[in-house]
């Protein structure tokens, strides 16, 4: 059972699409650092793409430029495509994200070349787009992606920040300062009560 099932459709460009949305099924298997608020279990890239897409949806009123929010949607759903064969790097792990951008990049030779030309463009170019953080829609949906994470902490006892001190968080945050300063007022908030908590450290 498996990839190895696939029966071709007789086109060339189709098989390409329909053996590369079976690939990405892999996300649902790339774990992270973050669980999910119940604290059940760890959170996958799958359901960590779809939760920032949502975001995406509902908080574009706190940018400080304007977005065109249906392009920052589509970086989010593909922003961590890379990581099915480069894997997740915690982001407060500075051992682990030596040579990060070098294993990212190679991933994304690997995977994007499975698709028709046009759409490995495509998909590749929202995934620099997002990586960069030059652009508004890539600043916004750079913004959803260390928010998310940080929402969780927030409601998990700081799952993913023992050892972590409030300088990392606020360098991590910074794109949301600047961009989206509204917000990030809620979060100094709750930086300050996780320092307070003991959740965080100071």
């Known amino acids: 059972m498996g990839i190895e099932d696939f029966i071709s459709s007789g086109n060339e460009r189709l ?15 790339v774990l992270r650092r973050t669980v999910l608020i119940d604290g059940s279990r760890r959170e996958n890239d799958a359901e960590h793409s779809w939760h920032i897409a949502v975001m995406a949806m509902l908080l574009s009123e706190y940018v400080s430029e304007p977005v065109d929010v249906a392009r ?15 894997g997740d790097t ?16 190679a991933a994304a030779d690997r995977l994007f070349s499975r698709l028709p030309d046009d759409q490995a463009g495509f998909i590749r170019g929202l995934w620099e787009e997002f990586d960069a953080m030059e652009t508004p829609d890539g600043k916004f949906a750079a913004c ?9 902490n927030t409601l ?3 799952h993913t920040w023992p050892g972590v ?10 794109i949301v300062r600047t961009f989206m300063p509204r917000v990030y007022e809620w979060v100094l908030v709750n930086i300050e009560s996780a320092i307070e908590k003991g959740w965080l450290m100071p």
Do not use: W
């Open 72 to 86: 920052a949607v589509e970086m989010c759903v593909v922003h961590d495509l890379v990581e099915i064969e480069a």
């Open 165 to 174: 001190r409030r300088p990392a968080v606020e360098k991590r945050l910074d």
């Open 156 to 158: 998990t006892e700081g």
């Open 90 to 105: 915690f982001a407060y792990d500075e051992v682990a994200n030596v040579g990060k951008e070098e294993r990212e990049r």
């Open 144 to 152: 959803m992606d260390r928010l998310q994470p940080f929402l969780h």
């Open 15 to 29: 098989d390409k699409q329909l053996l590369f949305a079976a690939e990405i099924d892999k996300m649902t298997s």
